[in-house]
């Protein structure tokens, strides 16, 4: 069946380092890939997607990466502050449905 | 611009009640989706609305949900009769375009507590 997988333990880094989230795939083939954010007892909010003909895409702090023979993608937030302390949830996304289909998030934290 | 809006945030119902979730999504947004989280697990699809029909309601879990859109606008989730393992939050959402990747808005979700 199909998998999504995020680091469940929490990632903790200093504010001003690169925080680095994986979201892993199996027995799927995404043609899409969207990042969101999730705040406690809030909804998710959409960040990014990327294809799946695109190695990289790129919004102000954030990069995400998706590599289709790893069925990985990376999410990177640079400099990174108190502020984006949330939980980050990928959901792949095929080609013929807007459905998407969670992982169950990594959460965040960002110490000053 | 409102986003899309869910009613009630918060509910305790006694099992073997019935709720009713509402969404209203955002003006001129044809697609509309619930998806719910149960304590501990991840987000999961429920069901796509285009317009006033089913598109795909593969998500759904068992005949006590019932979800509607009359009209085309707002949409209804009703949970008869509810079950304890039916706790968690319901999101709903919506889109502008029915294809894939395509931005999809969250509601901040309503919170089902069956006692």
């Known amino acids: 069946s199909q998998k999504i997988e995020q680091n469940s333990e929490a990632l903790n880094i200093q504010e001003g380092k690169t925080a680095t989230l994986t979201c892993n795939y199996t027995?799927?083939?995404?043609?899409?890939l969207q990042w969101y954010r999730q705040d406690p007892g809030r909804g998710p909010v959409f960040l990014l997607l990327?294809?799946?003909?695109?190695k990289e895409k790129r919004k102000e702090r954030l990069k995400v990466t998706f590599d289709t023979t790893l069925k990985q993608s990376l999410f990177h937030i640079t400099a990174s502050q108190p502020a984006d302390s949330a939980t980050y949830l990928c959901?792949?996304?095929?080609?013929?449905?807007?459905?998407?289909?969670f992982g169950q998030g990594t959460t965040l934290q960002v110490k000053p | 611009e409102a986003g899309v809006t869910q009613f009630p945030s918060h509910s305790v119902i006694e099992k073997g009640q019935t709720v009713t979730l509402r969404c209203d999504p955002i003006?001129?947004?044809?697609?509309l989706y619930w998806y719910r989280r149960v304590m501990g697990k991840e987000i999961k699809f429920l069901l796509h609305?285009?317009?006033?029909?089913?598109?795909?309601e593969s998500g759904m879990p068992n005949n006590r949900f019932l979800a509607e859109r009359t009209g085309g606008t707002y949409s209804t989730l009703k949970v008869q009769p509810a079950e304890l393992e039916d706790s968690g939050v319901y999101f709903c959402?919506?889109?502008?375009?029915?294809?894939?990747?395509?931005?999809?808005?969250f509601g901040e979700g309503s919170w089902l507590t069956v006692v």
């Open positions: 959402a919506s889109s502008l375009d029915r294809g894939p990747g395509n931005t999809i808005y």
């Open positions: 027995n799927y083939s995404p043609a899409y």
């Open positions: 990327i294809r799946e003909n695109e």
């Open positions: 959901a792949p996304q095929k080609s013929n449905t807007g459905k998407l289909i």
């Open positions: 003006s001129g947004h044809d697609n």
């Open positions: 609305f285009v317009k006033e029909s089913k598109q795909d």
